[in-house]
Nanobody, 127 residues
Framework: QMQLVESGGGLVQAGGSLRLSCAASRRMFSEHAVAWFRQAPGQEREFVAGIGRRSGDTVYAASAKGRFTISRDNDKNTVYLQMSSLKPEDTAVYYC????????????????????WGQGTQVTVSS
């Protein structure tokens, strides 16, 4: 069973930056595609960014493109989400999710495709 733990959330002013981390409990995390989702109060969970088994295989939501960067360090069983130029509308609980895939599969944008989820970390951006 894979366990995911997010960290790095917090309160930041608009225009600021945060780096979220998603740490996995098992080394087979390197065989997983990983995605970040977020959910604001009263809204559906939405895809933010994803990374495949190959570090260059990344997908971003339009809202994240150019501001957020997803990366992975398989030696540390960790995926990161570097967020810059944050806006108040980025305020949400951020979740990481993963699923085991073959190497050629790109990250999926649908939350139902993922088997493992973290507990979430709150990001609040003040104006």
């Amino acid at each position: 069973q894979m366990q995911l733990v997010e960290s790095g959330g917090g309160l930041v002013q608009a225009g600021g930056s945060l780096r979220l981390s998603c740490a996995a409990s098992r080394r087979m995390f390197s065989e997983h595609a990983v995605a970040w989702f977020r959910q604001a109060p009263g809204q559906e969970r939405e895809f933010v960014a994803g990374i495949g088994r190959r570090s260059g295989d990344t997908v971003y939501a339009a809202s994240a493109k150019g501001r957020f960067t997803i990366s992975r360090d398989n030696d540390k069983n960790t995926v990161y989400l570097q967020m810059s130029s944050l806006k108040p509308e980025d305020t949400a609980v951020y979740y990481c999710a993963s699923r085991r895939v073959i190497v050629t599969v790109s990250p999926d944008v649908h939350p139902g495709s993922y088997n493992y989820w973290g507990q979430g970390t709150q990001v609040t951006v003040s104006s």
